[in-house]
């Protein structure tokens, strides 16, 4: 009995480990079939999609590196990625047959899209994935300074030569000049007495005046010719201070003749010989030239201090005042017909 009871526990434990095993095996078959069918519909499903590829460059044909790359399918289906050093970007496992707008953006670069499609197991390869650099655009606030202007045209004024030597500074070939500041009268002043031919214009009119024997009482010889010269300097030196510095700055106005150069020859001879009587103010309108009659006037009323007695009268005065104007008109005729021809002309920069 006890060796029967053995051996019914015996075959009972076999034939549980039997059906133990025939399970197992059944799982693994099972597990095995939904493997192959899970890898066999993947497979299918691979089999029927396409891949877009592509590079981003700029126009130079460098690579862009890190750009954004967005594929947006028309049902709402979006892919991104980002360009690799080499600008190349790939989008794998495409659904075929939907219409995909591709966007490409980059820092400092404008936006680049285009539309794309592809076919079952096509590979589809953009080109001409080129973008622009964005223009850098910055508020630039610019100054105008009427001084630093009138500056840079004073200074090519001093350079203005008439055959080369010859300081042509007191006129203006400026379309629109600047007005001068107090200092820069003063300084242009400065600049026409310091120049030796300031000096040999002088010296020449004390000759002029020493061979008509004027003022009499002079005499001849070297006396009087030395006082004929020192007059003439003082008249030179009161007058340029006065009516091209002293006044121009008390009254404001230019002491400058602006050059026209344009329209009739009648035109331009009416113009040139209204110059010592009508100048240009610091506002740029035109008034009455009171610089040069006061200087003039002002100028040769000194003179009496110096000359002698039979010049010390209104009459000399006012006579040599109709000389004085009479010579800037030619002056003036001259500046505007035959000086400006041989005057080296400068531009400011």
């Given amino acids: 009995m006890h060796n029967y009871t053995h051996f019914s526990a015996h075959r009972l434990l076999r034939t549980l480990l039997t059906l133990t095993m025939l399970l197992l095996v059944a799982l693994v078959g099972e597990f095995a079939l939904a493997v192959s069918a899970f890898a066999q519909s993947n497979e299918a499903a691979n089999a029927g999609t396409g891949s877009i590829l592509g590079t981003v460059a700029d126009v130079g044909g460098d690579p862009v590196?890190?750009?954004?790359?967005?594929?947006?399918?028309?049902?709402?289906?979006?892919?991104?990625?980002?360009?690799?050093?080499?600008?190349?970007?790939?989008?794998?496992?495409?659904?075929?047959?939907?219409?995909?707008?591709?966007?490409?953006?980059?820092?400092?670069?404008?936006?680049?899209?285009?539309?794309?499609?592809?076919?079952?197991?096509q590979i589809n390869t953009l080109a001409d994935i080129t973008l622009r650099i964005l223009a850098v655009q910055r508020a630039v606030t610019v100054t105008y300074s009427s001084k630093e202007v009138a500056a840079q045209q004073l200074k090519a004024e001093e350079q203005q030569r008439t055959l080369g030597f010859i300081p042509n500074i007191y006129v203006t070939y400026e379309p629109h000049p600047e007005p001068l500041t107090t200092s820069m009268k003063f300084h242009l002043a400065y600049k026409s007495m310091i120049h030796p031919t300031f000096s040999v214009r002088v010296a020449a009119w004390a000759g002029v005046q020493q061979a008509r024997n004027n003022p009499y009482e002079w005499r001849q010889g070297a006396e009087?010719?030395?006082?004929?010269?020192?007059?003439?300097?003082?008249?030179?030196?009161t007058g340029s201070l006065i009516s091209n510095a002293i006044l121009p700055s008390f009254l404001h106005q230019d002491p400058r003749y602006f050059y026209q150069g344009t329209g009739t020859k009648w035109s331009r001879a009416r113009y040139a010989m209204l110059a010592p009587f009508v100048c240009k103010g610091d506002n740029g309108a035109w008034q009455p030239n009171y610089s040069q009659w006061g200087g003039s006037l002002i100028g040769y009323s000194i003179s009496t201090a110096y000359y002698p007695s039979s010049d010390r009268n209104a009459g000399h005065v006012f006579g040599n005042f109709a000389i004085d104007m009479g010579i800037h008109v030619i002056g003036s005729l001259a500046q505007e017909f035959i000086l400006g021809k041989f005057t080296s002309k400068h531009t400011h920069q």
């Fill in 65 to 121: 590196s890190n750009a954004t790359v967005v594929l947006q399918g028309l049902a709402g289906n979006r892919l991104t990625v980002l360009t690799k050093d080499d600008g190349s970007f790939a989008f794998h496992d495409v659904t075929p047959g939907i219409a995909y707008q591709i966007t490409v953006t980059a820092e400092g670069y404008a936006q680049w899209s285009s539309s794309a499609t592809v076919e079952p197991r």
């Fill in 224 to 237: 009087g010719y030395g006082k004929r010269l020192g007059a003439g300097f003082a008249d030179a030196v």
